[in-house]
């Protein structure tokens, strides 16, 4: 294992460290229990939204803090859901009297301890809703699948219906509305190494590549051969577009997203053949993100995430924001 780090122990908060010394402009960070949170916060009379997951997966969540997005993000250890004691205090942080909204991707640790939160803020006597992003179209039962790529487009979609001085309800259902218009499929080349497990977290043989990959480092829902570029973005459109139930004239949000260790060179040539298979179909790409917005520390291989859209839906993405990671 060869990583740029001091001491696997200490690689996740020497992170978070230097994260805070880089955005000092835009945020500030809490330590112990640690979460981040926007410089200005609490805004007064304006819905909280509050977001967590392991590190490893950035710049998700700590990239998308600041004003159009996220109030405050908890990061846990390495691929691992931060506690409901870090929500519970980043909740009182941040909250400025509209109540809270927690963005949960569907995994059972982050399901968990978001459920003890709620439970310990209303205890608090704050208003809490929480919406469910479960958008990986590589697990067959909808309740079971994972949240990855979708929770960009929720979270940013959200944090605009909060800026506007929308209630707690009216932000939670249109977050909810984003989350289930949105579908995603990652294939990885390469597995990744957690610096406190120092080897990959599972092998893949020379020549095949992982369909359906979450982004903890967990193998996919099956294998298949190495394939050229255009090749692998068909086998991953085609499950998106049946899932979603795209048709001809349906105008979508695109992301393409890096897991960590693949160039942007190669995300464009994804980006390319996607762009063009959705054209053929008639279905007009209005907005694209393409990069490294949601990872899985060093995994060589991508996600595609696409929502889709109506007015309103886009007028929310095309609101302002100012965050590390998003800034228009």
Known sequence: MRKLINHPSNAAIESLEGFELAYRQLLRVHYSPNFI?????????????????????EPLN?????KGMLDACCPGAIFTSPTPIQYLAATKAVHGGA????VVKNYMGGVLNT???????????????????????????????????????VEKIAGAAAEQGRSLPEVTAVAK?????????GVALTSCTSPSVGHPTFQLPEGQIEFGVGIHGEPGRRRALMAKSDEIVDMMLAPIMHDLRLRAHDRVLV????????PQHELYIVYRHLHHLLERHSIKVERQLVGNYITSLDMAGCMVSILRLDEELLTLWDAPVCTPTLSW
């Open 99 to 102: 109540g809270v909204l927690y």
């Open 177 to 185: 509305r984003a989350s289930e218009a949105t579908r995603s499929m």
């Open 37 to 57: 949170y926007r410089k200005d916060a609490p805004v007064r009379n304006k819905v909280a939204l509050v977001s967590g997951s392991g590190s490893g997966h």
């Open 115 to 153: 459920d003890m939160a709620l439970e310990l803020a209303a205890e608090e006597g704050i208003a809490v809703a929480s919406v469910l992003v479960h958008d990986d179209v590589a697990v067959d039962r909808d309740l079971n699948r994972r949240g990855t790529g979708a929770t960009v487009f």
């Open 255 to 262: 992301l393409v997203s890096g897991l960590g260790g693949t």
């Open 62 to 66: 700590s990239g998308y803090v600041g």
